[in-house]
């Protein structure tokens, strides 16, 4: 107690510091209607600041991990399985197995075409001696094919075409004609197309046919898929070789079932102007990529609109001279019950043709003086490095020089040796496949012809190689720039090389007719 009372008059406490408990000053109108209307359009809302984000990044990889079921003790051959995960096995545990069928298909398309080749090799050699020397004894070559032609349907039948794809070489188009004797039954009154590979020649891979007789044909330039064929009445029929064979009727001769594919598209349906009313005599795929590296000095044109469309077209000619383009549509959506709008597409088909142009070449090729004689013209070919320049031969020695557009071009007339006009009919036409502007032109008189795009007259001229025979078919070869071949109406076979010597053939092979 002493000690309290000691130290009590030494404590002393401040009250020098002072403030309010309640500061509430005047609320104005404009705070009123803040707190009272202010918050009416707002919603709480919660937010997280990476602050609370507390994962990091680390260079260890994870391990991976996979999951087995195992018996125990190992009683059978079976004893450990696949992962367990339901989405992976079926009911009874087994793993489900991966199916990709369009894969196996092709698969399966591609390995049955080399069992088939390899079966046919194998029945080849089997065969007796006198037969296989039959078909190797061409002395210009180390062997050949001959194709069996030797079908009941084709009995009587014609060929007056052949056609090689550009693509796939070893198959080929053979164009059989309306039998010699009218029968009865389907085949009695149609001809027929035969798709070939060289490597199977004991039978054809697949037939077509149509009603009309068929003058011309191609293959689609891409891949030989389709089929285009122009008929004596002027009709222009596409097949689709990649249709299933149900569509299409069966026939059974000698113990075996032969399909007979009827056209996907015919331009009979197409009941307007832009048919052909003449027998066409040309049908040749247009590519729509031009070249740039070559243009021969050549007038080009834009290929901006045709690029935007399919990647090629179809050139139809026929004998007065007109020339129509078609596009090639496949179509998204198959209607198998067939369409009201495109008449001439069978039910079931996906690819047709749609008219694009038309071209009078007896006006645009020819001036007044030769036009007065009416030149007929016969075959045509497009420029592989400038698909818009085409030349076209005709039935009075001229080959006529024109593009798709109408452009002015030089020369106009590729002319012979002989200035003066001859009932000389232009009956093959080949471009040289190395990048350099020439083409070989062959007569009805035997004569063959090599020509500049850039010059009027030919650059060398042969016009007693076959002893007149007329000149069927040129073609140069694919290996060796300076030789080409020619075929004449006597089924003999000449080979050129230039090289070697520039005025007669190095080697002649006639094909015996069996």
Known sequence: RKRSSELLPLIDLDFSVSFSLLDLPPVNEYDM????FGKMNTKQAYVQCNEDNLDREIQTE???TLEKWTQHPGESALVSGGPINSQDTSVNGAPTPKIDSQRLANFLRSACQVIAVLLEEDQVATQ???LRSRQTSLSISDSCFQ?????PFLHGRKIPCLYVSQVQRQTLLSVHGLPEKAGVGLLSRKSLICVWNIWQPSSPQKVLICDSEVLCCCFSPSKATLVFAGTVDGSLLV???????RMHPCMMITETEWTFRVPTFSTDGILNSVNHTSPILAVEPVSTSLNSDHSYGLSSLSYQEEMSGPPFQIASMDENGILNMWVVVELQKVDLAGSQTDLGLVPGGKVKLVHSSTVELSKSLFPKDISQRMPQ??????LSSNPNHFIVGTNIGLVGHGTRHDLKVFPKLF???????????????DFFPFGKPLFLVGCSDGSIRLHQMTSEYPLMQWNDSTNGQPIIALQWALTRPAVFFALDASSKIYIWDLLENDLLPVAKQTIPSE
Do not use: G, H
Not at 33 to 36: A, D, E, L, V
Not at 377 to 382: A, E, G, R, S
């Open 239 to 245: 097949w689709d070789l990649r249709e299933d064979s």
């Open 62 to 64: 994870e391990v991976e």
């Open 415 to 429: 002319r012979p040796q002989e200035s003066r006009l001859r009932s000389i009919s232009i009956t093959a036409i």
């Open 377 to 382: 013209t016969l075959t045509i070919k497009f």
């Open 33 to 36: 209607y803040i707190r009272s």
């Open 147 to 151: 194709l069996n032609t030797n079908q």
């Open 128 to 130: 007796p001696r006198k």
